[in-house]
């Protein structure tokens, strides 16, 4: 006896729901061959503000817990990651036509920088704030803290879930919540790493994935008022010099395309943060 498969209908990822978008479009996502694969949501400039309005209420919970919470947090992505380890590699061996031997080391580089930035969650701030020397009878400490809401275009031309990880990851480590608009031609990955977040303790609205245009909806996302950072690590091939003018009308601190996929570094973490100092009387007894 025959059966039906089960197709999966693929949503946005907004406030730790999974929403269709409000326009009620779609796109299809298919092979590189052409030959369809599925049908994902395209978002729109309301789903992109309800996604912002999601990351502001999360901020304050996420951004107020400990820094070993946040890294038991960023693990616990690993571990669900892991044991979901066939579903990615057909997904990507699927969308973005890679040998089963390279969808499956994207996956394990994916699951490394998860570890990786978890592991610099409660360590960070030793590197990146310091004691500073003041004469007086002052101690003056500088600390890092997180920026707030960050806006992200991930990595459009290959490594859809890497990509992807390697822009979230950094941002989260610090405290900041963040939107992110996903691979547009290669969205399944994004959709399933959603699945994981929304049962890996991440709270939500922590993290919130848009699939569809980066050209339609970064424009809202750069002029958004409540928008603390924009990252145009994807955003080679859109006008991103207008996105840049756009972030400065509301002071967003803003970084730029890059080649390829951010390798995971110190710097990617410390760039969404704001210094605070303090200044404190030592004891004169």
């Known amino acids: 006896m025959t059966r039906l498969t089960v197709p999966k209908t693929y949503k946005l990822y907004i406030g730790g729901k999974f929403p269709r978008s409000e326009s009620g479009r779609t796109y299809e996502v298919t092979t590189k061959k052409g030959a369809f694969l599925a049908n994902a949501a395209l978002a729109s400039r309301k789903d992109a503000r309800d996604a912002v309005v999601a990351a502001r209420s999360a901020f304050n919970g996420w951004s107020t817990a400990t820094a070993y919470n946040r890294g038991q947090v960023l693990y616990r992505i690993a571990e669900l990651l892991e044991g979901r380890r066939e579903q990615f590699i057909d997904e990507l061996m699927a969308t973005e036509s890679l040998s089963k031997s390279a969808a499956t080391a994207q996956l394990d580089t994916a699951i490394d920088a998860w570890v990786w930035y978890a592991g610099w969650a409660d360590k960070y701030a030793q590197v990146a704030g310091n004691g500073n020397p003041v004469s007086g009878p002052y101690f003056n400490l500088s600390t890092p803290e997180p920026s707030g809401i960050i806006a992200i275009v991930a990595p459009q031309d290959s490594s859809s879930l890497l990509g992807l990880v390697s822009v979230i990851a ?116």
């Open 170 to 285: 950094p941002a989260l480590v610090s405290g900041n919540t963040v939107v992110v608009v996903a691979h547009q031609g290669a969205p399944l990955s994004a959709i399933s790493l959603s699945e994981v977040l929304a049962t890996s303790d991440v709270p939500g609205g922590v993290v919130n994935i848009l699939t569809g245009s980066p050209a339609e909806i970064a424009p809202w996302l750069a002029s958004h008022a409540d928008v603390n950072g924009l990252d145009l690590a994807g955003a080679e091939q859109l006008e991103w010099v207008d996105l840049q003018i756009a972030a400065a009308d509301t002071l967003k601190r803003v970084s730029g395309p890059v080649v390829g996929v951010p390798a995971p570094s110190i710097e990617r973490i410390v760039q969404w943060t704001e210094t605070k100092t303090v200044w404190h009387t030592k004891s004169m007894i």
